[in-house]
Nanobody, 124 residues
Framework: VQLQASGGGLVQAGGSLRLSCVAS????????MGWFRQAPGKEREFVAA????????FYADNVKGRFTISRDNTENTVYLRMSSLKPEDTAIYYC??????????????????WGQGTQVTVSS
């Protein structure tokens, strides 16, 4: 599976962005998808995940209520809608795909494929 993330940019605090991640190579609906982020000097952290069917989604506590993950299996694309952005949301955002099902959607090591990352910068 090849993943291509896009949609990052510079936005003021309180603003919104929508990230996209297009997948190619395998049956997209067979894969759970996740978004992670990594700020300078910090470890990669879980942001959100969605199961293959799109029927269930999961969020980190610090983005819950502000971010929404969704997917369009006809377009092989997963989205991350981010609103009420804060300076602490500044990071490189990565999309990832996992073949496994189960509860470890928040662990980077549970994912098999990664996109190249897209930079999100939130100014105060």
């Amino acid at each position: 599976v090849q993943l291509q993330a896009s949609g990052g940019g510079l936005v003021q605090a309180g603003g919104s962005l929508r990230l996209s991640c297009v997948a190619s190579g395998r049956t997209f609906s067979n894969y759970g998808m996740g978004w992670f982020r990594q700020a300078p000097g910090k470890e990669r952290e879980f942001v959100a995940a969605v199961v293959g069917s799109g029927s269930r989604s999961f969020y980190a506590d610090n983005v819950k209520g502000r971010f929404t993950i969704s997917r369009d299996n006809t377009e092989n694309t997963v989205y991350l809608r981010m609103s009420s952005l804060k300076p602490e949301d500044t990071a490189i955002y990565y999309c990832a795909a996992r073949r496994r099902i189960g509860d470890y959607y928040y662990l980077p090591e549970d994912y098999d494929y990664w996109g190249q990352g897209t930079q999100v910068t939130v100014s105060s």
